[in-house]
């Protein structure tokens, strides 16, 4: 029986021999492929390859897509601290190529993982900021999802009055019908109804 997958072995040649194109492509292209395959160990030995790759390239828009990759692929295991840090130097990296869309989408992952280790004032604050650029640049899908995380965030802690009024009426237009019959039946039921007004009585 084979040791490991066919490609396994490329990624340190590519690295040690100074195909950094190449070890930069690998990864990227295997990343979809080894989440689905839940092989994350394998995972994080491919983002992190892309990541020193790029630095190697001095390519700053890889750089930040590769740490976006590095950083889910430590959320996948866990390792939200170190996810944390991924995604902020990838959106410091965006900011200085001024790739807002890549900026974007890692201040909303770092949003969620902030969520992740309850850390729930600066999630909201990152998904303010994703929601801001992504409506700057016209992603209406991307600004809603981000406002829907940015609910979330504000009913866990307990600002339940800005979840269902101050944002519904914001990304409700911006959803796919489903997503939106799907947040109304979230925000207009009884249970989270119950939900703010026992908050607003204490």
């Not at 609910?151 to 519904?168: D, K, N, P």
């Amino acid at each position: 029986m084979a040791s490991g997958p066919a490609w396994s072995p490329r990624l340190p040649w590519a690295a040690a021999t100074g195909r950094d194109h190449a070890a930069l492509r690998l990864p990227l292209l295997l990343g979809e492929y080894l989440a689905w395959r839940r092989r994350l160990d394998d995972l994080l030995a491919v983002t992190a390859v892309s990541v020193s790759a790029a630095r190697r390239l001095g390519d700053g828009h890889s750089e930040g897509d590769a740490l976006t990759g590095l950083g889910n692929a430590l959320s996948e295991v866990r390792r939200f601290g170190e996810a944390i840090t991924a995604f902020q130097d990838a959106a410091a990296i965006y900011r200085q190529t001024r790739d807002r869309h890549g900026e974007a989408v890692a201040l909303a992952n770092l949003g969620s993982t902030l969520l992740e280790v309850r850390r729930f004032d600066q999630a909201i604050i990152m998904f303010q900021d994703a929601a801001a650029i992504y409506r700057d640049t016209g992603d209406r899908h991307g600004e809603g999802m981000a406002l829907a995380s940015l609910g979330l965030a504000l009913q866990e802690v307990r600002r339940f009055e800005e979840a269902s009024t101050g944002f519904a009426g914001q990304f409700r237009p911006h959803l796919p019908p489903l997503e939106r019959g799907q947040f109304s039946a979230d925000v207009d039921s009884p249970e989270f109804s119950s939900k703010a007004g026992s908050d607003e009585n204490i």
